[in-house]
Each structure stands twice: as C-alpha cells, then as structure tokens.
C-alpha cells in the first residue's frame, strides 16, 4: 500500500477511535511500519478524531523526524513504539488507546488475563497486563518488554491500552475485540464472576490460533 493510502487509513482508524470513545481529547497514538528503516506516526497535541493526513509524520527507526508536513512533533510515547518494533518484526501496526471499560477493568484487583471467551482468544490471543507506569516516560516501555513476546493485546494498568498487528487494521480490530471482551466481563461482574476458559480448551485454541 503506498504512503498516501496508508496516510488516510490511519486517519480513518483516529476517527473511529474518537466516535467510539476509545480515546477523548489528544489521548491515543497510532504508527504504521513503512519497510525496514521507517515509521509513520500521529502527532502530539492533536485529537485523533481530526487527524489529516499531512499532520502525520515520517521517522526512521532511530526516531529522526524525516518528514512533517505540518510541522508536528511526534506523539510523546514515540519510545514506546519504536521498542515493539525493534523487539518484533512480525508487527507493522500499533495503536495505544483509552477504551473505557479495558481502562475501568485495569483500576480494580481484578484478573483481567484469565480468558473467559474463545472468540477472544482467536483474535489477540490472551490479554498481556503491564504494571503501572507514569504516562509518556521509560517506565512505560521497560513495562511492556516481559510481555511483547507473549501478548499481541496488553492493558497497560489506570492507562489504557496498546494492541499490535502484522498491519494497522489487524492492529484496529484487536482493540475493538479488546475493549468488546472488557465490556462483556465488566457487565458480567455486576452480576457474578465470569467463568474462565478450561486449560485444554485454551491450549486447544490457541494450537488453532497459530
């Protein structure tokens, strides 16, 4: 896909993202791989639900701004996406976001990683949770790393959420499934406690899933 296709995709995903409150404000960042040495990325300071596509900017993998049309600085978790992308090459899209009931569901001491649906299993695999760590800063990266390997959908705790894919649509609808699966359990709370997935079942879908 070229660059200017790629451009309005993501585009498009800020905008649903904004209309489906799984971001509010200028929360949320959203990169694209673009080969072996570069990245498109959202901006800092801006609504993802307005993005166009000349506010977004082209980076090489060490983080040097190679173009910005709009004069933009990148989003200030820029570290973040560059470790997942050097820790794995199978991933080319990522979107880090505040989707309520994933966000609400990280607040409480509440098992959010034990699978409870297998169609959630299908789509991004078992729900990664990082520990706390402050917003924008190193921390935030040097939690993720354990679970980079393992998790293709992570729930960073009172943050949000970061989901991976092997391009920016399968990355868009893991956080879709992702928030889908944090409001099934959250309404299911309020009546009970979801029942978890057996282990054979588990191993069995995730031997599919591969």
């Known amino acids: 896909m070229d660059i200017n296709r790629l451009k309005r995709r993501i585009c498009v995903i800020g905008k649903r993202m904004h209309q489906r409150k799984y971001i509010s404000g200028y929360d949320g960042n959203i990169s694209v791989r673009l080969g072996n040495d570069r990245i498109l990325i959202t901006p800092t300071g801006v609504c993802k639900g307005d993005l166009e596509p000349d506010m977004l900017l082209e980076l090489g993998l060490s983080g040097t701004i190679l173009d910005s049309p709009g004069g933009f600085s990148p989003t200030s978790e820029l570290n973040m996406h560059m470790d997942v992308y050097s820790s794995r090459e199978d991933i080319n899209g990522i979107i880090h976001a505040h989707p309520i009931h994933a966000t609400a569901l990280s607040l409480l001491y ?13 789509s991004f695999g078992k729900i990664g949770v990082a520990d706390f760590a402050i917003p924008t800063t190193k921390a935030v990266v040097d939690s993720i790393k354990p679970l980079l390997q393992e998790h293709d959908a992570i ?4 943050h949000g959420t970061i989901t991976f894919g092997k391009d920016i649509m399968e990355s868009y609808y893991r956080l879709e499934s992702l928030e889908h699966t944090c409001e099934i359990i959250y309404k299911t709370s309020v009546i009970g406690k979801a029942l978890p997935l057996g282990h054979d079942v588990i191993r069995k879908i995730m031997a599919i899933r591969k």
């Open 110 to 122: 509440f098992d959010i990683s034990t699978p409870v649906l297998p169609e959630s299993l299908f």
């Open 155 to 158: 729930i960073l705790k009172k």
